[in-house]
């Protein structure tokens, strides 16, 4: 991964730390948007949802917290791509997922979703699943 530049992780943090406040909001609407567009993903999620959204929140915590320390990020991410390969991920599901994040992350944030939010998420989120499909899939 080409590390993100010191703006994009202060924009990606920064604006976590503004939703943080919110997070049940985020789960809630993430979840909500990611089985509105993809429906087939449904099943994949057998176990409780409420508690699934604490395991995305505190994921997506650790992960923003580690943009900047590749050494615990990447390990991380690639185990964590491997666990979901056990649960039926797919890679093609990585995009519908990021959409729905993103998405989600505008609705909270409102107009603190900038243009340059909005880019560094997309970079991050690209940047550390194009690992873990690399880690998990090849």
């Known amino acids: ?16 730390d503004r939703v943080w406040a919110e997070s049940r ?21 057998r176990g409780d949802l409420d508690e699934q959204k604490q395991k995305f929140l505190g994921t997506l915590a650790v992960i923003v917290g580690s943009l900047e320390n590749a050494a615990v990020l990447m390990p991380a991410a690639a ?42 998420w997309q970079r991050a989120y690209a940047a550390v699943t194009a690992h873990m499909v690399a880690s998990a899939y090849s």
Not at 27 to 43: C, G, I, K, M, Q
Request: aromatic share 12%; proline share 8%; charged share 20%.
């Open 1 to 16: 991964m080409e590390p993100l530049s010191q703006i994009e992780v202060e924009h990606v943090r920064g604006s976590f």
């Open 25 to 45: 909001r985020l789960s809630d609407l993430f979840y909500a948007r990611l089985f509105e567009t993809a429906p087939e993903v449904r099943p994949l999620f």
């Open 79 to 120: 185990s964590l791509a491997r666990q979901h390969v056990g649960y039926g991920v797919e890679p093609g599901h990585y995009p519908v997922v990021g959409e729905a994040l993103l998405w989600s992350l505008e609705r909270c944030l409102g107009a603190g979703w900038t243009p340059e939010t909005a880019a560094a």
